[in-house]
Nanobody, 115 residues
């Protein structure tokens, strides 16, 4: 069983930056994939960024060039650096990891971009 705790969300103005963190209960070196998703009110949850270990890092077109996913195995933490935030980035952000054949989700952290 993996537990994930997201943090770092908040209320910011358009153009600002935020860094989200996802702290895992165990070593993230054992995960085959790590991702960030988001869900805005009334919308389906959508994929934002993905690390497929040993293969690739990919981003949704809507965030490409503005968001960066990374990981720090020493801290068992996955990050999402978000720059040049827009109002349409407002959502609850979730991290998800894959361990063997199972997926685990965090509880989410709210990001609101508004002037």
């Amino acid at each position: 069983q993996v537990q994930l705790v997201e943090s770092g969300g908040g209320l910011v103005q358009p153009g600002a930056s935020l860094r989200l963190s996802c702290l895992a209960s165990g070593s993230i070196s054992s995960f085959s994939a790590m991702a960030w998703y988001r869900q805005a009110p009334g919308k389906q949850r959508e994929w934002v960024a993905l690390i497929t270990v040993g293969v690739s890092i990919t981003y949704a077109d809507s965030v490409k060039g503005r968001f960066t996913i990374s990981r720090d195995p020493a801290k068992n933490t996955i990050y999402l650096q978000m720059n040049s935030l827009k109002p349409e980035d407002s959502a609850v952000y979730y991290c998800k990891v894959r361990l063997r054949s199972s997926d685990y989700w965090g509880q989410g952290t709210q990001v609101t971009v508004s002037s």
